[in-house]
C-alpha cells in the first residue's frame, strides 16, 4: 500500500540522514560532503558546480580514486545562509566525513573556518577539513586562517595583481568600480596597492563603490567615466551588477577596455553578447582556449567532452586540481583520517591539466597556481554559451609572482 | 551643463522604466489593497513569454502576446486565487502573493533554465539615435521612452475617457460605494488585476532585454517597485508617475553629485574625518549610497504624508 | 461560542486553582519535556554522541519560536504587519557577539547563562530608536517605513566594518569561562539547554504581558483604533511600547542565535529572515498564543530538513503558503483551536472516521503533486546535475511517461476523492456541531 511505502521511506530517510546508517567510509566509499545555494536566487551557482563536480568525479573514479576506493559527492544546500551551512556541517559531522567542500561566499566560509576549528578542537576523534573551492576574501587565508582550511583558489589579492599586471603598457588612465562591501571594498584597495607598486605610471581617474545589487541604471556612472577620459574600467563586480555595467557601457558607446573578475562564469557571456567583441577582459582559472593554444590536445579532448554533454562550457579547472590533489593527500597519507590528510595536504605540489606546478602553500594553505587574463573575442575554437565569440588568453600571470606575503598565524594542532 | 542634460536624460529613462513596472501595480494595489508580491514575478514572466516568441516569430509580436498571455495569467489568478482569499484579509492575500512568487520563480528555473537567456534588442533598434556630447543614446532607449509614454498615455484615456474606466476610478477610491451602485466590483477587479499584470508583462518585454533576463530578476526588481508605488500614494496614477520620475531623477543625479554630509557639516565650520565618531558614515559620498536614497525618501514620506504624494485614499 | 456549545454532559471546565492552571499551561509544560527529551531519542549510542545534525535543528527550532512569538507581539496582538523585523534580531546578534568578544578580552564579566539578555537589550534599544519613527503610522505606511528600515539596515551592515565586521561578519567564541553552572558550553547539547531555558522564559513572560494593561489595549488598538483612543490611550504610544518590547525579544533570539552559530553575518537583518518572521507567525496562526511556535517548528522542519531531499522545497513552501491562506487563515492554531469545542462536548471521537477517511485520499493526493513536481525538477535541473531519481532504492526515469502518468493518476485519483470525502467531512462537522447545539438548548 501506498501509505506504508511512503513511512517506510520517510523513516528509512530519516534514519540514514541522522546518522544512524553508519559510517562514510565503511561502504567502500570516501564521502565528500559539499554545501553551496542549490535553491533561491543563487541556485545557478551550486547547479553549475554540480554539473562539473559529476564530471570529474566520475573522471577521477576512473583513474582508480584513492587507496583503490571511489570519491562520492554528498550535496547539502545552503540557501545562501550561513546558519544553514552550518547545518550542513553538522550533518556532515555525525556521518564522520572527513572534508566538506564550500565555493560561493565569503561570509558562509568565515562561518565555516570558524566552526570548523571548534569543532576540530571540541571533538579531536571526529575531525574534518574544509575545502574552500571559490571563496576569495584575503583575510580568510589571512587574519582569519586556519590549519583545517585549504584554499583552492586565487585570493582577492592575486586576482587584483594578475589584473593590473595585464593592463597594456599604453593604458595610463583606469577608473576602479566596486560593489560596496567587503569583497568590492578589498577589490578596490587591492587594485590600488599593486597598480602603486607594478605600475606607477597609471593614474587612477575615478573610484566608485556601489550598493549590492541595487543599481540598475549604470548610465549615470556611464557618464562619469567618459568624463573622466578612463582608458580601462577595472571592476570586481559579479552578477547584474557586472553584466549590466558593460551592457550601458556598450550602449553608450564607451570606447574602453573592461577587466572583470567574473564575466567568464555562467550567464556572463550570454548577457555581454556579441556587442562585447574586444573589449571585455576576464580574470581567470581557466577557459577552454588554453588548451588549444599551448597545445594539451588530451585536456581539451576532455574539456570538449563535458561541453557536448551540458549546455555551458566548463571552466572550473580548479575544482579538478581540487581532487588531483585529494587523490595524491589520501595515497600519501595512506588513510581517510582527517588529520593525516591535513599533514598530507599541506606543502603538496601537483601538475594540474594544463601542465603547471601546483603547490599548497604550508604556512596559510593558499594554492599557488597560474592565473590567465583573457579577452571575449571572435575567431576561437570553442565559443562560450553559443554566442558566437569566446576567450581567448591575453596575459598569462605565473604561480611565482602571485606568491604575495602572508599574515598568517596558523595554531597547529599538536 | 553637459553632466546636466545627460543625467536629465538618464534619469527620464529610468524613470520611466520603474513607471511601467510600477503603474500596474499602483493600479492593483489603490484598487484591491493587495500588495501584490508576485508582480514582479509577472514582469519576469512577460520577458521570458518575450523571449520566447521573439526567438520563434519576432519581437514586434512579442509586444503584443506576451502582456497578453501575462493579462490572462492575471484574470485566473484572480479569478481562482485571490477572490477566494479575498475574505480572509489583506494579509493572506499577500502572502498568497508571496508563495505565488516563489512557485513562479521555481517554474521560471525548471523551464527556462538557470541561467540567463539571450533575450536581446531587436536588430532594427540595436543602433545610435543621436549623440549627446559624445555619448551615445541608443535607439531603444528613445522606444522605451516612446512606449512607457504610450503607456501613461493609454492608462489615463481609459480610466476618464471610458465608461470602465469611471468605475474603475470611482473603485479606487470608493469600493464599497461603486459596488452598492450596482456595478459587477468582482468584474471590475478581475480586469483591474488582469490590466496590472499584462502591463507588468509589458515592462518585462521592453526591459528583459535592456536589462538581464534570469530567474533572479524578480527578487532584484521588487523592493523599489513598491517604494515608488507607495511614495506616489494610493489612488493616483499620476503621482505613481511622478514619484518615478522623482525616484529615476534622484538616484541618476545622486552618481553625479560627490558630495556627503561631512561636506555639509564642513560649509557650516564643522570639520569631519574618518576619525571622528560616525565617521564612517558622515564622510560617506552620495554616489555610495545613491541606489538607498529611494529607501529614505519612502520613510520620510510616510512620516509626514503618510497618505504618498498625491494619494486620495488614506492606506 | 464555548457556551453556545456548553453541552450539559460536557466535562466541566475547572476555572480555578491548580487544575485550572494545569489545563490551561499543561500543554506548555508538556512541550517543555518534550524538547528537554527530543535530543536523546536520536542518541547515537555506538559512538556515544549526540546527533549534531538534530540538536542543531532543534536549537534552530526554539530560536526560531522566541522570534516569531515576538513578531506576533506585533502581527497578531497589535495588528502591525512589519517588515523589518529582522533588524532587532541581527542587531541583537551583533551586540551579543561584541559583548562575548569583550567579556573574554577581560573587559568586563558576565555569566554566559544572561549573555542572550545583552541580544535582548540590543534589540530593545534599536526597536526604541526605529520604533519612535515607525510607529507613528499604522497599517499600510507603518509597514512600508519597516521595509525601508529593514533594506537600509542592511545595507549599512554590508557597507560598515567596525560594527558589523564586513561581509565574514563578527565571530566569537562561546566558551568564555563564566558560566554559573559551571558547564563549558562546548558541546552544542549544553547550548541546547540553555536555548530551552531562555525559550520557557520567554514564552512565560510574554504570555504574561498578553494579560497586562499594555497587552490589552495593543488588542483594542488592533481591533478598532479609533474607539481605543476615546479609552484614554494614544494608539501610537500602545504601538511604540508593543514594538519596543517585541525588540528586546527579538533581541534575545538573536543572542541565541550567536551562541549557537557564533557567527553573525548581515543575513541575520536581511529581508529574507524577516519575511521568515511573518511566514512562520502565519502559518502557525496568528490568531492563538502558540501559533508561532507550531509555525516556527514547522518551518525550520521544512527548510532544514525538507530541503535536504528535495530542491523543489520552495515550491512545497509555496503550495503550503497558498493552501494555508485559501482554506485555513487561522493557522495551524487556529485548525486546532476549531476542534476545542468538540473536545470540551465530548463529541471529538465522532471525527476519527471522517478523518481517516480523508487521510488515505490526502496523502495519495500529495504524494502525486510530489512526484509531479520531483519529475519536473529532476528533468530539467536534476539530470544535468546527476542525480538519480531515487525512491526507497527504485531508480525512477523522468523520460518515461510512465512515471508521469502514475504521478497524474495520484493527484487526479486522489484529489477527486479528497473533494469528495471533504464534502462529507464538512457534512459531518456541521452536523456534530448543531447536535451540540441541539443538546444546549434542550
Known amino acids: 500500500m501506498i501509505r506504508f511505502k511512503w513511512t517506510a521511506f520517510a523513516f528509512a530517510l530519516a534514519a540514514s540522514l541522522l546518522g544512524a546508517a553508519g559510517d562514510a567510509l565503511a561502504q567502500g566509499t570516501i564521502k565528500i560532503a559539499y554545501t553551496d545555494p542549490l535553491s533561491g536566487p543563487f541556485a545557478q551557482v551550486g547547479d553549475q558546480n554540480l554539473q562539473q563536480f559529476k564530471y570529474i568525479i566520475d573522471w577521477i573514479n576512473g583513474r582508480g580514486g584513492a587507496l583503490g576506493k571511489k570519491f562520492e559527492l554528498v550535496a547539502f544546500d545552503n540557501k545562501s545562509q550561513p546558519s544553514d551551512a552550518l547545518l550542513a556541517l553538522k550533518s556532515a559531522t555525525d556521518q564522520n566525513i572527513p572534508i566538506i567542500m564550500q565555493c560561493s561566499g565569503s561570509n558562509i566560509a568565515a562561518a565555516l573556518i570558524e566552526a570548523v576549528d571548534k569543532h576540530n578542537e571540541r571533538n579531536p576523534d571526529n575531525r574534518i577539513i574544509y575545502v574552500n573551492c571559490g571563496a576569495v576574501a584575503t583575510e580568510l587565508t589571512n587574519e582569519k586562517c586556519s590549519y583545517w582550511h585549504y584554499r583552492m583558489d586565487a585570493h582577492v589579492g592575486m586576482k587584483a595583481e594578475t589584473m593590473v599586471r595585464a593592463l597594456p603598457k599604453d593604458v595610463t588612465k583606469v577608473y576602479l568600480l566596486n560593489q560596496d562591501y567587503l569583497f568590492g571594498q578589498s577589490v578596490e584597495r587591492d587594485v590600488k596597492a599593486f597598480l602603486a607598486k607594478l605600475r606607477p605610471d597609471v593614474k587612477v581617474v575615478g573610484d566608485e563603490l556601489i550598493p549590492l545589487g541595487k543599481v540598475k541604471d549604470f548610465s549615470p556612472y556611464v557618464t562619469k567615466i567618459k568624463a573622466s577620459g578612463a582608458q580601462a574600467l577595472l571592476t570586481g563586480n559579479w552578477g547584474p551588477d557586472m553584466t549590466l555595467l558593460i551592457k550601458a557601457g556598450m550602449d553608450a558607446g564607451l570606447d574602453i577596455r573592461y577587466y572583470t573578475m567574473y564575466a567568464h562564469l555562467g550567464g556572463g557571456a550570454t548577457a555581454i553578447g556579441p556587442a562585447g567583441n574586444g573589449k571585455v577582459r576576464s580574470v581567470m582559472a581557466f577557459h577552454e582556449n588554453i588548451a588549444v593554444e599551448t597545445g594539451k590536445t588530451d585536456t581539451e579532448g576532455w574539456t570538449k567532452q563535458f561541453r557536448t554533454q551540458h549546455k555551458f562550457d566548463f571552466y572550473a579547472a580548479g575544482f579538478r586540481t581540487i581532487f588531483e590533489f585529494l587523490q595524491a593527500a589520501i595515497n600519501k597519507a595512506g588513510s581517510t583520517d582527517p588529520t593525516k590528510i591535513a599533514a598530507a595536504l599541506e606543502g603538496l605540489t601537483i601538475t594540474d591539466m594544463l601542465g603547471y606546478q601546483v603547490t599548497l602553500r604550508k604556512d596559510d594553505h593558499q594554492i599557488l597556481s597560474e592565473y590567465f587574463v583573457g579577452v571575449f573575442t571572435k575567431g576561437v575554437k570553442y565559443d562560450s554559451e553559443g554566442t558566437g565569440l569566446g576567450w581567448k588568453t591575453e596575459v598569462t600571470v605565473p604561480a611565482k609572482d602571485l606568491d604575495q606575503p602572508n599574515t598568517c598565524k596558523m595554531k597547529r594542532p599538536s | ?315 | 461560542m464555548s457556551e453556545i456549545l456548553a453541552h450539559p454532559g460536557a466535562r466541566p471546565v475547572p476555572t480555578t486553582g491548580a487544575a485550572a492552571f494545569a489545563r490551561r499551561h499543561g500543554p506548555w509544560f508538556l512541550a517543555l519535556a518534550v524538547a528537554l527529551a527530543l535530543p536523546w531519542l536520536f542518541y547515537d549510542w555506538s559512538r556515544a554522541r549526540h546527533s549534531g545534525f538534530v540538536v542543531a535543528m532543534l536549537s534552530q527550532m526554539s530560536m526560531m519560536a522566541i522570534f516569531a512569538l515576538s513578531y506576533n507581539m506585533q502581527m497578531g496582538q497589535a495588528g502591525l504587519l512589519s517588515f523589518g523585523h529582522a533588524v532587532f534580531f541581527g542587531l541583537g546578534g551583533y551586540c551579543t557577539a561584541h559583548a562575548l568578544n569583550a567579556v573574554k578580552g577581560g573587559s568586563f564579566w558576565l555569566p554566559t547563562e544572561l549573555v542572550p539578555l545583552v541580544g535582548g537589550v540590543g534589540g530593545l534599544v534599536f526597536a526604541i530608536v526605529f520604533g519612535y519613527v515607525a510607529t507613528k503610522q499604522r497599517a499600510t505606511a507603518f509597514a512600508m517605513i519597516t521595509l525601508g528600515i529593514g533594506e537600509l539596515v542592511t545595507a549599512c551592515a554590508l557597507m560598515f566594518h567596525t560594527f558589523f565586521g564586513g561581509e565574514g561578519g563578527v565571530s566569537t567564541n562561546r566558551m568564555i569561562g563564566t558560566s554559573l553552572l559551571g558547564w563549558s558550553y562546548g558541546p552544542s547539547i549544553q547550548v541546547y539547554y540553555l536555548i530551552v531555558a531562555w525559550t520557557a522564559i520567554a514564552v512565560a513572560l510574554m504570555m504574561l504581558l498578553t494579560r497586562t494593561p499594555l497587552g490589552r489595549m495593543a488588542n483594542a488598538c488592533r481591533d478598532n483604533f479609533e474607539r481605543a483612543q476615546f479609552v484614554g490611550y494614544d494608539p501610537s504610544i500602545v504601538r511604540f511600547f508593543q514594538f519596543a518590547l517585541s525588540g528586546f525579544f527579538a533581541g534575545i533570539a538573536g543572542g541565541l542565535y550567536t551562541l549557537t552559530y557564533e557567527i553573525v553575518t548581515f543575513d541575520t537583518v536581511a529581508g529574507a529572515m524577516s519575511a521568515n518572521a511573518l511566514l512562520m507567525t502565519y502559518i502557525g496562526g496568528v490568531g492563538a498564543f502558540a501559533g508561532p511556535v507550531l509555525g516556527a517548528v514547522l518551518i525550520v522542519l521544512l527548510q532544514s530538513w525538507v530541503s535536504l531531499l528535495s530542491n523543489s522545497w520552495l515550491v512545497y513552501v509555496g503550495v503550503l503558503f497558498i493552501v494555508m491562506v485559501t482554506f485555513a487563515p487561522g493557522g495551524i492554531a487556529g485548525i486546532l483551536l476549531m476542534h476545542e469545542p468538540l473536545w470540551r462536548a465530548g463529541r471529538l471521537g465522532r471525527l476519527a472516521v471522517p478523518y481517516a477517511r480523508l487521510l488515505a485520499p490526502g496523502v495519495i493526493a500529495v504524494a502525486g503533486f510530489v512526484l509531479l513536481v520531483e519529475l519536473c525538477s529532476f528533468l530539467t535541473i536534476g539530470a544535468a546535475q546527476g542525480k538519480a531519481f531515487k525512491l526507497s532504492g527504485l531508480t525512477i526515469d523522468p523520460q518515461h511517461p510512465g512515471a508521469w502518468l502514475i504521478g497524474a493518476l495520484l493527484l487526479g485519483a486522489g484529489g477527486l476523492v479528497l473533494w469528495r470525502e471533504g464534502r462529507r467531512f464538512r457534512a459531518a462537522w456541521e452536523a456534530l456541531v448543531e447536535e451540540i447545539k441541539a443538546g444546549a438548548r434542550a
Open chain 2, 1 to 315: 551643463m553637459e553632466l546636466l542634460l545627460v543625467s536629465l536624460l538618464n534619469g527620464l529613462v529610468y524613470g520611466m522604466l520603474l513607471f511601467m513596472l510600477a503603474s500596474g501595480l499602483t493600479l492593483i494595489f489603490s484598487m484591491m489593497g493587495v500588495l501584490n508580491f508576485a508582480h514582479a514575478s509577472i514582469y519576469m514572466l512577460g520577458a521570458y513569454f518575450a523571449y520566447d516568441v521573439s526567438r520563434h516569430i519576432g519581437f514586434w509580436p512579442a509586444l503584443v502576446v506576451a502582456p497578453v498571455l501575462c493579462g490572462g495569467l492575471g484574470a485566473l489568478i484572480e479569478m481562482y486565487g485571490l477572490r477566494r482569499v479575498h475574505r480572509n484579509g489583506h494579509i493572506a492575500e499577500l502572502l498568497f502573493t508571496f508563495g505565488l512568487a516563489f512557485i513562479i520563480e521555481k517554474a521560471v528555473q525548471m523551464i527556462w533554465g538557470l541561467l540567463p537567456v539571450p533575450y536581446r534588442v531587436p536588430a532594427a533598434l540595436d543602433h545610435t539615435l543621436f549623440h549627446v556630447y559624445g555619448t551615445n543614446f541608443p535607439a531603444y532607449r528613445g522606444f522605451m521612452l516612446l512606449v512607457s509614454a504610450l503607456m501613461f498615455l493609454a492608462i489615463w484615456l481609459m480610466l476618464t475617457r471610458t465608461r470602465m474606466g469611471l468605475v474603475i476610478q470611482a473603485a479606487l477610491t470608493h469600493p464599497e460605494m461603486v459596488g452598492a451602485l450596482g456595478h459587477n466590483v468582482p468584474r471590475v477587479f478581475t480586469t483591474v488585476f488582469a490590466g496590472g499584470c499584462a502591463l507588468a508583462g509589458l515592462a518585462g518585454v521592453i526591459g528583459g532585454n535592456y536589462l538581464v533576463t534570469e530567474p533572479s530578476m524578480a527578487f532584484t526588481m521588487g523592493p523599489i517597485v513598491f517604494v515608488v508605488v507607495v511614495f506616489g500614494g494610493l489612488g493616483s496614477l499620476a503621482g505613481c508617475f511622478i514619484a518615478s520620475l522623482i525616484m529615476g531623477f534622484v538616484q541618476t543625479f545622486a552618481v553625479v553629485l560627490e558630495y556627503s554630509l561631512a561636506d555639509a557639516l564642513a560649509a557650516i565650520g564643522i570639520k569631519v574625518s574618518d576619525a571622528t565618531a560616525l565617521g564612517e558614515v558622515l564622510t560617506i559620498p552620495l554616489p555610495r549610497i545613491g541606489a538607498l536614497l529611494p529607501f529614505v525618501m519612502l520613510i520620510l514620506i510616510l512620516l509626514f504624508r503618510p497618505r504618498g504624494l498625491m494619494g486620495t485614499r488614506d492606506t
